[in-house]
């Protein structure tokens, strides 16, 4: 089992930045990623990492503006939002798993953290 808690979340003018953290705890060799939803839409990948901190990958949304990054040491993974957009926008879970699917249909979720990006 995985217990994910994410924070860092807010409010934020586009063209801002904001980093999220997510602390895992119980067992945590794993990928992890980062998803979003926003309202009236389908919860869509954003970043995922292994876990030894290589292999990121991004959505293409993303991609130049975001970055993951993991210290496990603190068994804690962040992403690190620049240039935000309205787009943005959205509630933001932190996501493990086994690497094969980490970026499709990870097994274990945090309860999200609002980002809202305003123009």
């Known amino acids: 089992q995985v217990q994910l808690v994410e924070s860092g979340g807010g409010l934020v003018q586009a063209g801002g930045s904001l980093r999220l953290s997510c602390a895992a705890s119980?067992?945590?060799?794993?990928?992890m990623g980062w998803f979003r939803q926003a309202p009236g839409k389908e919860r869509e990948f954003v970043a995922a990492?292994?876990?030894?901190?290589?292999?990121?990958r991004y959505a293409d949304s993303v991609k130049g503006r975001f970055t993951i990054s993991r210290d496990n040491a603190k068994n804690t993974v962040y992403l690190q939002m620049n240039s935000l957009k309205p787009e943005d926008t959205a509630i933001y879970y932190c996501?493990?798993?086994?690497?094969?699917?980490?970026?499709?249909?990870?097994?274990?979720w945090g309860q999200g953290t609002q980002v809202t990006v305003s123009s």
């Open positions: 119980g067992r945590t060799f794993y990928a």
């Open positions: 990492i292994n876990w030894s901190g290589g292999g990121p």
């Open positions: 996501a493990a798993g086994p690497l094969l699917v980490i970026s499709t249909t990870p097994p274990y």
